[in-house]
């Protein structure tokens, strides 16, 4: 299948045939990844990265729990006589 390159706003694109996607198991959306072989570009569909984990997922691995209280103070408490 032949095509042209042509210019996509300061880009360059190449429009991908609805056939050619359907053989190559592709669809509008799918993440590709391009690299060049023996001078050509070659695309293939891009492996599932690392999911984004949330901050209490991140604080849960990381060893951290919901049972932290931080110590009492006391306002009246003035002078040398508050030691942290």
């Given at each position: 299948?032949?095509?042209t390159i042509q210019?996509?706003?300061n880009s360059n694109a190449v429009r991908l045939p609805k056939p050619l996607l359907?053989?190559?198991?592709?669809?509008e959306g799918d993440p590709v990844e391009m690299?060049?072989?023996d001078?050509?570009?070659?695309?293939?569909?891009?492996?599932p990265g690392p999911t984004h984990k949330?901050?209490?997922e991140?604080?849960?691995?990381?060893?951290?729990?919901?049972?932290y209280a931080a110590p009492e103070y006391d306002p009246s408490a003035v002078?040398?006589?508050?030691f942290w």
């Open positions: 299948m032949r095509t210019r996509w706003g359907t053989q190559a198991a592709l669809k690299t060049v072989v001078g050509g570009v070659l695309l293939t569909k891009a492996t949330t901050l209490a991140r604080l849960q691995a990381a060893g951290w729990t919901d049972g002078g040398e006589e508050v």
